[in-house]
């Protein structure tokens, strides 16, 4: 069974920056792709930024210049730089490792709260 633990959430003021990770108990590069999506209550859950095998990366609309994904395959981890954080940034934060053969399957890890206020 593949793992994904997430650290570094926690509370920040806006403006302010927070980098979190994203291991993984299997080589990063045997996933077709690693992704951190966000989720509020009430919404449904959005991809925030991903990263594939290949190393394209995308990006929400809303995070692009601030959020920059990147990874440590020494490390299995995957980490979102989060910078310019904004109140709207609040949320909890789940790290998604995908395979894509021979059928697609996702892994998720227990997700780890942002929070965004002064």
């Known amino acids: 069974q593949v793992q994904v633990v997430e650290s570094g959430g926690g509370l920040v003021q806006p403006g302010g920056s927070l980098r979190l990770s994203c291991v993984t108990s299997r080589n990063i590069f045997s996933f077709y792709s690693m992704g951190w999506y966000r989720q509020t209550p009430g919404k449904q859950r959005e991809l925030v930024a991903v990263?594939?095998?290949?190393?394209?990366?995308n990006y929400l609309d809303s995070v692009k210049g601030r959020f920059t994904i990147s990874r440590d395959s020494a490390k299995n981890t995957v980490y979102p730089q989060m910078n310019s954080l904004k109140a709207d940034d609040t949320a909890v934060y789940y790290c998604?490792?995908?395979?894509?053969?021979?059928?697609?399957?996702?892994?998720w890890g227990q997700g780890t709260q942002v929070t965004v206020s002064s």
């Open positions: 998604n490792a995908r395979v894509s053969a021979p059928s697609v399957r996702d892994y």
């Open positions: 990263i594939t095998v290949g190393g394209t990366t």
